[in-house]
């Protein structure tokens, strides 16, 4: 049996930008935001309060939830979860991510996981540990924040302390969703994040860009 340290230190260990998904060429769009001035030191943080309330935030820790619950049908959760992709940037990157978790995941534990969108494939394989589920989905939700943070402090004049006020001051809110995930259902996979959505389309035609999204 895994004990809850035990499960913790796995859990930092896959959610770690040394965990080798990719996570760090993806910016949901944000390079596009960032390069047309819609998203600046000063926006910033209303723009990844946004992304956690109302977009790819909420979808995801809604994902997560669903995807550690007993008997989830994991397969069925991926396809909802690449349906619930609006952009082909975003699919990518949420099934190259999720291959690449499942990959690994399959290379350090021995137990087979089939490729999956990354919030799919990620409850999946925290499903059996023994913590709350809130922390898992919460962990799940900061890490992904925390790489938009990353993507920003790369290409706005934005320094890495000031990136990590934006994270710390972010967290009442992660943990605040992710305790709402955990009562969602299906029926809540709905997002309204327009000009996210919008800013990963616009970036699929941008000629110079750093990022794949």
């Given amino acids: 049996m895994t004990t809850p340290e035990a499960a913790r230190l796995q859990l930092a260990q896959m959610l770690s930008p040394a965990f080798p998904i990719g996570g760090f060429a ?16 000063r926006t910033l943080p209303q723009w990844l309060a ?21 008997g989830a049908d994991h397969q069925a959760l991926d396809d909802l979860a690449r349906a619930a992709c609006p952009t ?24 087979a996981q ?23 989905v919460a962990a799940f939700l900061q890490a992904q924040a925390a790489s938009l943070v990353s993507a920003a402090v790369r ?3 934005l320094g890495p302390v000031e990136g990590q006020h934006m994270l710390a001051d972010l967290q009442p809110r992660i943990l605040a969703r ?16 327009w000009g ?15 990022f794949r999204s």
């Fill in 26 to 41: 993806w910016s949901q769009g944000l390079e596009w935001a960032m390069d047309q001035g819609l998203a600046t030191r």
């Fill in 50 to 70: 946004d992304w956690l309330d109302h977009g790819a935030g909420w979808t995801d820790a809604v994902l997560v939830a669903l995807s550690l619950r007993p």
């Fill in 88 to 111: 082909s940037q975003r699919l990518t990157e949420t099934a190259e991510q999720g291959a690449a978790f499942a990959a690994n995941v399959t290379a350090l534990s021995g137990r």
């Fill in 114 to 136: 089939d490729p999956a969108a990354l919030p799919v494939a990620f409850g999946r394989a925290c499903a059996a540990m023994p913590l709350p589920a809130a922390e898992i």
């Fill in 155 to 157: 290409f706005l004049p």
């Fill in 178 to 193: 992710a305790l709402i995930a955990l009562d969602a259902s299906e029926d809540d996979l709905a997002g309204a994040a």
């Fill in 196 to 210: 996210a959505d919008i800013a990963t389309m616009r970036h699929e035609t941008m000629t110079t860009r750093i």
